[in-house]
């Protein structure tokens, strides 16, 4: 594990994802590796239930994590890895707050329809991949980091605004970058020590990307039954 992501979901950490595989520092670990690799779901439910972390296990084989569910355990990461590099993505808390009520909570409350209601029962009872993502995603998001007051739009800023206070008293200055996908290449280069390449830094999963892909990557989960 070189680096760590410390920032929250839709901050564009899938960018980063990008932008750090390019560099030579993946494969990086993301949610979406939560959605396609079988059994990722289950052993972050089981941290996230209070089973102690083999972070050696889990994370064996990436160079890299952003995203939640792994920043929501950055500091127990950067302590396993102390020779990891830390990169903070940020942005205005206003517009990262109605990039969440656009893709994440939008998703969320979609979950309390009736039909969303009728698949996590399906799945429970059949024991599938659904349900099992469902509850680590809020044991892990939603209790973990927002203390349950996810949906709660004061308490989420508070949360954010509160979170880059942490992390930046917590890591030293010459370990941590604080960054802004919309900066570009030039400061993650720098930070990481590696050439800038000749190409446009990735601008990928705005609201739109990511509710385009949402269906895909939640559907083939309902029937599938992983450990």
Not at 18 to 23: D, H, I, P, S
Not at 26 to 42: L, R
Not at 51 to 80: F, I
Not at 128 to 144: H, I, N, P, Q, W
């Amino acid at each position: 594990m070189r680096v760590i992501g410390a920032g929250f979901g839709r901050t564009g950490t899938l960018s980063l994802k990008t932008a750090l595989e390019r560099l030579g520092f993946g494969p990086c670990h993301h949610m979406t590796e939560v959605f396609t690799n079988p059994g990722q779901i289950h052993r972050w439910l089981a941290i996230a239930q209070g089973q102690r972390a083999d972070w050696d296990a889990l994370m064996g084989g990436y160079g890299s994590c952003v995203d939640w569910p792994a920043a929501a355990y950055w500091r127990e990461l950067a302590e396993h890895y102390p020779e990891a590099k830390v990169v903070l993505t940020v942005r205005d808390p206003r517009r990262w707050l109605d990039s969440m009520n656009a893709t994440i909570l939008k998703q969320r409350g979609r979950s309390g329809t009736l039909v969303g209601k009728t698949m996590l029962r399906v799945s429970s009872l059949l024991g599938t991949d659904f349900a099992a993502f469902g509850e680590m995603s809020r044991l892990t998001v939603d209790r973990r980091v927002f203390g349950g007051r996810m949906g709660d739009p004061e308490h989420a800023m508070k949360t954010f605004q509160a979170h880059i206070e942490e992390v930046t008293a917590a890591i030293p200055p010459e370990r941590l970058l604080v960054f802004e996908v919309r900066q570009g290449w030039e400061p993650l280069c720098a930070f990481l020590e590696v050439p800038v390449p000749a190409e446009p830094f990735p601008r990928v999963n705005d609201a739109g990307d990511f509710e385009k892909h949402a269906r895909s990557r939640l559907l083939p989960m309902l029937l599938r039954r992983s450990r």
